[in-house]
């Protein structure tokens, strides 16, 4: 299902700025505007995806491609020490924009479970 563009749509086709880290054809990463840790990175795909409620099997490759983009991009940062991958769904799960993203945190220890 597509979805009213958000945000996240105007920072793809940059009508709004961000501090875009990688791109490729299918996805874009970008710096979150409101760090919640010292490298805080949110990676999209360009296809216009609601959340992970709204993927299918067609979505496989994207969705396995994005993993692959993050796991190069801690890389590239130095996320040695290792990192949080988080993928908010819905309003339970704290999702505010409505377009699939993953989080991206690293450079600082973070607690489990999240609250
Ligand atoms: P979520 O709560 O999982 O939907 O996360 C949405 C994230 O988008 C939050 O961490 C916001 O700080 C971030 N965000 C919202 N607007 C922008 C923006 N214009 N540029 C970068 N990050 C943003």
């Given amino acids: 299902m597509n979805h009213e563009p ?5 920072i793809i086709s940059r009508e709004i700025p961000a501090e875009i880290v990688y791109e490729d054809d299918l996805c874009l990463a970008f710096n979150d505007i409101n760090p919640q ?5 949110l990676v999209i795909p ?29 890389k590239q940062i130095g996320l040695e020490s290792g990192y949080r991958t988080v993928l908010n769904t819905g309003p339970d799960g704290g999702q505010e924009v409505n377009h ?16």
Avoid at 37 to 41: C, E, N, T
Avoid at 53 to 71: K, R
Avoid at 100 to 115: M, N
Wanted: no cysteine.
């Fill in 46 to 74: 360009k296809k216009p995806i609601v959340s992970l409620a709204e993927i299918s099997e067609q979505d496989a490759p994207l969705m396995g491609h994005l993993l692959v983009v993050l796991s190069k991009i801690a």
């Fill in 6 to 10: 958000t945000i996240f749509d105007k």
């Fill in 100 to 115: 699939l993203h993953f989080h991206l945190l690293g450079k600082r220890a973070l607690k489990w479970p999240p609250g």
């Fill in 37 to 41: 840790a010292p490298v805080h990175v």
